[in-house]
C-alpha cells in the first residue's frame, strides 16, 4: 500500500475560474480545513496574474505548458511557460515529483456536475476515483488520456491526483452550491488519503463507471475558419449522456440540423464549453465503459 506524505491542491490555474482559486484563498486563511494528521497539504495560487486580469491566461494557456519539451526550453518565456517552469520547481519534476497527489481545480460552463478528469489511469487513481463516485452520486470519471502523446497538463508533474472539473458556471463567477460541491469534494479526497495510510481503506474490487476519451469535435466551419453552426438545443447541456447514429447534433446559423452520422453510440463531454472554441471543440466525445478497479 502506498503512503501519502504530501499533497498539493492548485487553484487559479485559469484565472477566471474562481472556484478553485477562491477555494485555495480559503484554505490558506483557513488550513485547519485541509490539514490532516498523516500527510501535509499545500495549496498552490498556479496563475495569479491572469486571476487579476480575470482572464484565462495572459499569453498562453498554463494547462497546456507542461510538455517535458516545453518545461525544458529555455526559449519558450511567455508569461505562462515561465510560471509553469516555477511550478514545476515547486510540485515537480515528471518522474521524481516533490508531492505524492496533485489536486487541480477547475471549473467549466459545460454542464459536467463534479468531473474527475483523470489524465493518468493507474490503479492508485482509479481506486480513489471510484471510491469518490461511489459516495458521492454528483461524480462523473472521464479519463482523458491519449496513448502515444505527452501529457501537457499541469496533473502530468505527477502520477497521481487528477483534475477536479466542476460546472456549468460562467467564468469570472463564483456560485455558491457548486463552490460548496467541490469543497466537499476536496474533503472526501483528504479523508480517503488519511483513511488509506492509516490502513483503513480494504484493498477490494469495485466497479468504476468511465468515459474513456475518443477524440474532439469541432463546430461547423466555412471555407475561411469562421463557425457556421452551433450546438443544437437537443444536445445541449446534454454532457455524458448518450449520442447515438441519427441525433441531433448542430444548428447551422441558416437552420439546418447536422446529425450525428458515426456507427457507434458516444457520450460527450465538455459539450460548448466556452474556454474551447479558440481549440477548436465543440465536444469531446467518450466510450462508456464499466471496469473493475
Not at 447515438?244 to 458515426?262: A, H, Q, S, V
Request: hydrophobic share 35%; aromatic share 10%.
Amino acid at each position: 500500500m502506498e503512503k501519502i506524505n504530501r499533497v498539493a491542491i492548485v487553484g487559479g490555474t485559469h484565472g477566471n475560474e474562481f472556484t478553485g482559486a477562491y477555494l485555495v484563498k480559503k484554505f490558506d486563511d483557513f488550513p485547519e480545513l485541509i490539514k490532516r494528521n498523516s500527510f501535509e497539504t499545500l495549496t498552490l495560487f498556479a496563475n495569479p496574474q491572469a486571476f487579476k486580469a480575470v482572464r484565462r491566461y495572459l499569453d498562453k494557456d498554463l494547462n497546456r505548458c507542461f510538455a517535458d519539451s516545453d518545461l525544458q526550453n529555455s526559449e519558450l518565456s511567455t508569461r505562462e511557460e515561465a510560471r509553469a517552469k516555477i511550478i514545476t520547481e515547486t510540485l515537480g519534476p515528471k518522474g521524481n515529483p516533490q508531492v505524492d497527489l496533485v489536486l487541480d481545480l477547475h471549473s467549466t460552463t459545460a454542464k459536467m456536475k463534479l468531473s474527475i478528469i483523470l489524465v493518468d489511469n493507474n490503479p492508485f487513481n482509479l481506486k480513489l476515483a471510484a471510491y469518490l463516485s461511489a459516495i458521492n452520486p454528483l461524480v462523473r470519471v472521464y479519463s482523458w488520456t491519449e496513448p502515444g502523446r505527452e501529457n501537457n497538463f499541469l496533473n502530468s508533474l505527477c502520477k497521481h491526483g487528477f483534475v477536479i472539473e466542476v460546472g456549468p458556471i460562467p467564468n469570472g463567477v463564483l456560485h455558491a452550491e457548486i463552490f460548496q460541491q467541490t469543497e466537499g469534494l476536496v474533503y472526501q479526497v483528504l479523508d480517503y488519503l488519511e483513511k488509506l495510510n492509516q490502513g483503513q481503506i480494504q484493498n477490494k474490487n469495485s466497479t468504476l463507471t468511465l468515459y474513456q476519451h475518443l477524440k474532439v469535435v469541432d463546430y461547423p466551419k466555412n471555407a475561411a475558419g469562421e463557425i457556421e453552426g452551433m450546438i443544437h438545443p437537443q444536445l445541449q447541456n446534454r454532457d455524458y449522456e448518450e449520442l447515438n447514429p441519427g441525433d441531433p447534433m448542430f444548428l447551422t446559423l441558416e437552420g439546418k440540423t447536422i446529425y450525428y452520422e458515426e456507427t457507434e453510440t458516444v457520450w460527450p463531454v465538455f459539450i460548448n464549453e466556452a474556454a474551447y472554441y479558440e481549440k477548436g471543440i465543440a465536444m469531446c466525445l467518450t466510450k462508456k465503459e464499466s471496469i473493475s478497479v
